[in-house]
T-cell receptor, first 112, second 114 residues
Framework: EDKVVQSPLSLVVHEGDTVTLNCSYE??????LLWYKQEKKAPTFLFML????IEKKSGRLSSILDKKELFSILNITATQTGDSAIYLC????????????FGKGTLLTVNP | GAVVSQHPSWVICKSGTSVKIECRSL??????MFWYRQFPKQSLMLMAT?????????EQGVEKDKFLINHASLTLSTLTVTSAHPEDSSFYIC??????????FGDGTRLSIL
């Protein structure tokens, strides 16, 4: 059974801090790893990673995948209160239906 | 691009009634749509995977006669919760994907059964 573990489960920081969220996985037939941000409603897509060592970046957010050590990190620099959300990591393990296995998420709270 | 619309966003109904939730991909054709359930402070639990024109594939423990899924076109899937009971109250979320592209999620439906 595929397994995705995120840490920490929750994190409280002050505006301007830099945070690193972790995601490790045990997946058969790994295809990709995805990061989503969930605020009050449903998750919004952040990144999809398929290759090791290639950083993906969007503004203050960046992410990288290590397929040898089976983990990914999501970095957020200069955090803002609007970054407060649950960050979900998910893996796609192939097959014809591309279904995702989600971790439990990291609840990030950014205080002013 | 990649907008997924889910309707209704919130529904309250009496025990024993059936509730239909719609999921539409607005600007792309989705080869696959997914239905999730999320309990408070927990992650998303996949209920079923739906491909256009074929029967849905349900995850273990999900009753297919209770949660009816129809995927009539490449842009529309529906989930019907039949004879709903209070324990079915939850946040239901759909997502849509085109081939190997990332899943994009609807805004979810908060279902409350009295």
């Amino acid at each position: 059974e595929d397994k995705v573990v995120q840490s920490p489960l929750s994190l409280v920081v002050h505006e301007g801090d830099t945070v690193t969220l972790n995601c490790s996985y045990e997946v058969t037939n790994f295809r990709s790893l995805l990061w989503y941000k969930q605020e009050k409603k449903a998750p919004t897509f952040l990144f999809m990673l398929t290759s090791s060592g290639i950083e993906k970046k969007s503004g203050r957010l960046s992410s990288i995948l290590d397929k040898k050590e089976l983990f990914s990190i999501l970095n957020i620099t200069a955090t803002q209160t609007g970054d407060s959300a649950i960050y979900l990591c998910a893996t796609n393990s192939g097959g014809s239906n591309y279904k995702l296995t989600f971790g439990k998420g990291t609840l990030l709270t950014v205080n002013p | 691009g990649a907008v997924v619309s889910q309707h209704p966003s919130w529904v309250i109904c009496k025990s024993g009634t059936s509730v239909k939730i719609e999921c539409r991909s607005l600007d792309f054709q989705a080869t696959t749509m997914f239905w999730y359930r999320q309990f408070p402070k927990q992650s998303l639990m996949l209920m079923a995977t739906s491909n256009e024109g074929s029967k849905a594939t349900y995850e273990q423990g999900v009753e297919k006669d209770k949660f009816l899924i129809n995927h009539a076109s490449l842009t529309l899937s529906t989930l019907t919760v039949t004879s709903a009971h209070p324990e079915d109250s939850s946040f239901y979320i759909c997502s849509a994907a085109r081939s190997s592209q990332p899943q994009h999620f609807g805004d979810g439906t908060r279902l409350s059964i009295l």
